[in-house]
């Protein structure tokens, strides 16, 4: 089986795995994620952006992030280009993968992000992410500037894989993850 095919059968996998999981234990990893970050902003951060996704079907949902702190958004453009935008929670249209995005003219360059969560739908104990096979976030952490920010995937301890997952050459581990049972950061 070539890697290609070895992560559609991963992705398909975890997607119904992470369907599964419950509203509690989603509701939990975004408590966490919360207790994270309040631990890591003091007073100064705060005029720093944390890099979130718009959660898509059963992906843990991050918005409320933004009652406390800045936030920006990712916007998929062509050639698998992604831009961190400032969200205001206004003003959104759809990205090239149809996900609601705030417009480009917001964009934020990597010094104003602080702090990067991606959601996965599997993650293994050597911060190896799957996600949903765009790229989009591998491509933008090519560059030693973004990469340099602390990246943490989002997910349910369900979809924590106990086996190595497939990695590919352009595959680049994330700095952590959060579920609803551990902090690993």
């Not at 951060?45 to 933004?66: A, H, T």
């Not at 453009?77 to 959104?92: G, H, I, M, V």
């Not at 990695?167 to 959060?178: K, N, Y």
């Amino acid at each position: 089986m070539i890697i290609s095919e070895k992560k559609n059968f991963e992705r398909k996998l975890f997607k119904n795995l992470r369907n599964k999981s419950s509203a509690i234990d989603i509701k939990n990893v975004e408590i966490n994620v919360k207790t994270y970050v309040d631990s890591i902003f003091r007073n100064d951060f705060k005029k720093e952006y944390i890099g979130i996704y718009w959660p898509l079907e059963n992906e843990v949902d991050l918005r409320s992030l933004g009652d406390e702190y800045l936030l920006a958004l990712p916007r998929c453009e062509k050639n698998k280009n992604l831009l961190f935008c400032a969200w205001d929670k206004k003003q959104l249209s759809k990205d090239l993968q149809g996900i609601p995005a705030p417009y480009s003219s917001n964009k934020l360059s990597y010094e104003k992000i602080r702090i990067m969560f991606i959601p996965c739908l599997s993650v293994d104990r050597n911060l190896i992410r799957l996600g949903y096979g765009g790229g989009y976030f591998d491509k933008l952490r090519e560059d030693e500037n973004w990469r340099s920010i602390p990246c943490i995937g989002i997910l349910t301890s369900n979809c924590v894989s106990q086996e190595f997952l497939t990695r590919a050459d352009w595959d680049i581990p994330l700095s952590g993850f959060i579920t609803e049972k551990e902090i690993l950061v």
